[in-house]
């Protein structure tokens, strides 16, 4: 148990079906996206090649936030059980001009209950080391510290604002 | 990892009772199914489901290919993917629908904003190994 116990659930990104799989959500989505750039898409399930993947979607996301820099992502990923949680990730001001990151959820039904539609807006990014063993404590990486998406997992606080 | 799954069932489900989970009431585990055939009986593109009424302390299913794939992760994949089904287990059977107030069946103690996964097994993983792939605070 010396690996990392966060790739447990390690997923990937099948680019060749995204457009299936995001359809429907993407079009609810697509009025969050930023038209200044292409948001990239992501399709992740559960699979020995997907940490890759989400060590892409994490640099991704810290860039933009370190930059503060618009635009948006996509990401569906699936649970373990197969249901799809959509996600929209759209940096930008928030109504009182504060730097943000807003988070749609968009899931699908799952054992007979309805979809869901959930809004968050973080105001703080952190990235934590990668967990030593299990049930460890979180352990904060300085922001200048140069480090791929591989060395750290990432926390979107939503109750601070800078 | 027995301490560790059961310190985070007890600190997962609160103030609501969880049985010590030891061999003796463990869940029997299900590695028949290929993650295709998982698939076509839970009816989307499983790796691990479960079923909390069949046999005494329910049934985990993991996905036989996932088990087997030659990787680093893959005890790891599996440890994470019983630990879930079963947290999900305890919760669907201490919790049936309709029961406690209208909560989402199994997910009585999930995280409704987690990005990836908001049931009780989700959060039992996130309890044993940290955020991942990403996390709301």
Known sequence: MNQ???TILAIVILNSGSSLVCRAACLQLSSWTSAQEKTPTYVIRVDSEGEKKNE?????????????????????????????SEDMFTFG??????????ILIV?????????????????????????????????????????PGSAYRLILIRTTRN | MGQILNDCLRDTFGQDPVP?????????????????????MVGQGAAGYNDPDLGPFGTVYIASDYLSQNTPNVLNFAYGAYAHELAN??????????????????????????PVDKDTGAAVNWCMFGPYPISLG
Do not use: C, M
């Open chain 2, 89 to 114: 287990i305890l919760d669907e059977t201490q919790n049936p629908p309709a029961t406690t107030g209208g909560q989402p069946y199994g997910e009585t103690y999930g995280d409704p904003n987690d």
């Open chain 1, 93 to 102: 001001s928030d109504e009182q001009g504060a730097w943000s990151l807003k």
């Open chain 1, 4 to 6: 990392i116990p966060s």
């Open chain 2, 20 to 40: 010590n989970q030891t061999l003796a009431n463990a869940p029997r585990l299900d590695i028949s199914r290929a993650s295709a055939q998982l698939t076509a």
């Open chain 1, 56 to 84: 892409q979607v994490r640099e991704f996301i810290w860039h933009h936030w370190q930059k503060r820099q618009p635009g948006s992502l996509a990401v569906t990923w699936f649970g373990l059980e197969g249901q799809a």
């Open chain 1, 107 to 147: 899931r699908e039904p799952r054992k007979g209950k309805a979809s869901e539609r959930i809004e968050n807006r973080a105001y703080s990014v952190e990235r934590v080391q990668v967990p030593a063993g299990p049930h460890t404590d979180n352990i904060l990486i300085p922001e200048d510290a140069n480090i």
